[in-house]
Nanobody, 120 residues
Framework: VQLVESGGGSVQAGGSLKLSCVAP?????????MGWFRQAPGKEREGVAH???????TYADSVKGRFTISKDNDKNTLYLQMNSQKPEDTAMYYC???????????????WGQGTQVTVS
């Protein structure tokens, strides 16, 4: 499964960005937990938000109330709406798919190539 992210960029603190992740030609999203990780320079990759196989959402404490994860099944696309962004949100953001839904980096089955988000 190939995951392709888009939507990263530079934004001022307090601004918004929306990330997208598509798996071209793949429709079995329900077989995986889908979501987002991020990794800042010098830091470990951390989970940001994910959807379980029933569509329930989980967020890291650092983004609760600011980020929203969603999925458009008709477009086979996963989204991450990021509002009220802070400089500490600066990182490479990765789309991920996890069949076992443990949501640890070592257990991820598929990764996207990453999209850079910079908040100044």
């Amino acid at each position: 499964v190939q995951l392709v992210e888009s939507g990263g960029g530079s934004v001022q603190a307090g601004g918004s960005l929306k990330l997208s992740c598509v798996a071209p030609g793949y429709t079995h999203y329900s077989s995986y937990c889908m979501g987002w990780f991020r990794q800042a320079p010098g830091k470990e990759r951390e989970g940001v938000a994910h959807l379980d196989k029933n569509g329930g959402s989980t967020y890291a404490d650092s983004v609760k109330g600011r980020f929203t994860i969603s999925k458009d099944n008709d477009k086979n696309t996963l989204y991450l709406q990021m509002n009220s962004q802070k400089p500490e949100d600066t990182a490479m953001y990765y789309c991920a798919a996890d069949r076992q839904c443990t949501w640890f980096p070592a257990g991820i089955d598929y990764w996207g190539q990453g999209t850079q988000v910079t908040v100044s």
